[in-house]
């Protein structure tokens, strides 16, 4: 036991000593440590991993704000951060933006040693940009070009407008049918599948006869889905030979699960058909976007889309069909281009269906807003 209580001094002897060790370390005035050696300040340059331009439209016209957003910027502290150039220039038709990160490394004390922000530029261009320019670019410190857009010159016209659907686009063997004039809708055939279906007659007997009929027939009621890899068991009951007559009540039939018919086959085709907005712009002119509602045989459809019309002064035209000719494909959401799509439609091919396909009646556009 005495052993035991021996041990207590030499502990406190060797807390004293590492108290005293650290004390002998702590000056007066001690701090962080200098960012640079020896006080030195380095002038140099930063960096930024990526770039975006961005008007907030799909179609960036000149009196829009252009935002410019660099991505990443390393500029060693954000102590060290002393200015951003954004060193615009023009080459050719290219207004080209080559943004600069200044910086300057010093003693000062920081409290974010590391960091990489985003900035984003709000920028006015209407004033500034020459008349040749039509596209604006910008790059990195090693000239990659990081991101560009197009910039048109015109105005932008919003708008609403509905179409009436005729009934007649619902069925597929009267394709291809179209509305009327510009803007119209275009429902094209694009190919057939073949299949086959299996069924077995259910035969029913009426429990109750509403009316008494001079002459019956067989009414064999096909589902309106089908399993393909099932064998169906389709009802099939008696009906009067006169459609005016009722013969028996629907929740009055009775049918016998022990007297079901062979196996019968009944070939189908699926019809695989595409819509089309379809409207004739103006040279170089562009729908900017587009939405609709309501598209339906036999319903009246809403459409809103602003237009692009350019101005005299206008360089470049913008993305279409044709010339003077815009489709979007109403399934996918896209805009044809002057390519074979998946389905190998061109867009020559189609302009021609469009020409040619029978229009339907009462397809007047009516209802039409505007607002600029």
């Excluded at 119209?184 to 006869?209: A, E």
Aim: hydrophobic fraction near 40%; charge should be negative; glycine fraction near 6%.
């Amino acid at each position: 036991m005495m052993r035991k209580f021996a041990v207590l001094p030499c502990i406190f002897v060797l807390l004293f000593s590492l108290m005293g060790f650290f004390a002998s370390c702590t000056q007066d005035g001690d701090g962080p440590l200098a960012v640079m050696p020896n006080g030195q300040s380095v002038d140099g340059k930063g960096y930024f991993l990526g770039a975006s331009l961005d008007s907030g439209r799909a179609l960036h016209v000149l009196s829009d704000t252009l935002y410019l957003t660099l991505l990443q910027i390393w500029s060693f502290s954000n102590c060290s951060l002393r200015s951003i150039n954004l060193g615009m220039g023009v080459e050719d038709s290219v207004l080209v933006f080559s943004p600069v990160i200044d910086i300057k490394v010093n003693t000062d004390d920081c409290p974010a040693p590391m960091y990489r922000p985003d900035t984003t530029f709000k920028l006015m261009l209407d004033d500034v940009v020459p008349s040749q320019v039509s596209q604006i670019i910008v790059k990195n410190d090693v000239d990659s070009v990081l991101d560009t857009i197009m910039l048109r010159r015109g105005s932008l016209h919003l708008d609403s407008f509905q179409i009436y659907i005729d009934s007649a686009f619902g069925v597929a063997s009267s394709l291809p049918l179209r509305t009327k004039e510009s803007p119209s809708i275009l429902r094209v055939l694009d190919s057939l599948t073949p299949r086959v279906f299996y069924w077995r007659s259910l035969p029913g007997n009426c429990t109750m006869r509403v009316d008494m009929c001079d002459s019956t027939v067989a009414d064999t009621l096909y589902p309106s889905s089908w399993k393909l890899n099932d064998t169906v068991l389709v009802p099939v009951r008696y009906a009067c030979a006169l459609g005016d007559s009722v013969y028996c009540l629907d929740s009055k039939w009775e049918y016998d699960s022990t007297a079901v018919g062979k196996v019968n086959s009944r070939p189908d085709t699926i019809w695989h058909t595409t819509s089309y907005y379809v409207e004739e712009i103006s040279k170089c002119g562009t729908v900017s976007s587009y939405s609709y509602a309501r598209l339906s045989p036999g319903a009246t459809m809403l459409l809103v889309r602003e237009v692009f019309e350019p101005d005299e002064s206008e360089r470049a035209c913008g993305p279409s069909s044709k010339k003077d000719w815009i489709a979007y494909n109403l399934s996918t959401q896209e805009l044809v281009e002057d390519r074979d799509d998946e389905d190998g439609l061109t867009v020559d091919s189609l302009y021609k269906i469009w020409k040619s396909a029978t229009v339907a009646a009462d397809t007047l556009v009516v209802d039409t807003t505007e607002s600029k």
